[in-house]
């Protein structure tokens, strides 16, 4: 199970912190993956990060105002969100994959995933 935190309301040009760890293993060995679900929207891949080199990778929508870091550990990833957008507005989820790596033709399929965070809700008012 992931345990998620950070979201809530931040006007337009905001910016915003998730964190994601994990409750009862590490995520130091598995690739995590972002998604959101807007109001009457499917559940979307946003980014994903990669435990074995560090990288990240960003849908168009999000390029150039998210990015990924892991703690020192590399236990909890965070998905740094900036110069949000109404249109960023929606449910985020954080999930890990147990024995598999992501890329990206695979991390937006939500069946990859065996671990998955509670959702934290990021409202950008237009």
């Known amino acids: 199970q992931l345990v998620e935190s950070g979201g809530g309301l931040v006007q337009p040009g905001g910016s915003l912190r998730l964190s994601c760890t994990a409750s009862g293993f590490s995520l130091d060995i598995y690739d995590v993956g972002w998604f959101r679900q807007a109001p009457g929207k499917e559940r979307e891949g946003v980014s994903y990060?990669?435990?074995?080199?560090?990288?990240?990778y960003f849908v168009d929508s999000v390029k150039g105002r998210f990015t990924i870091s892991r703690s020192d550990y590399r236990d909890t990833v965070f998905l740094h969100m900036n110069n949000l957008k109404p249109e960023d507005t929606g449910v985020y989820f954080c999930a890990a994959p147990a024995f598999k790596d992501l890329d990206a033709m695979n991390f937006n399929d939500p069946a990859v995933y065996t671990d998955w965070g509670q959702g934290n809700q990021v409202t950008v008012p237009s």
């Open positions: 990060s990669s435990h074995k080199d560090g990288s990240a």
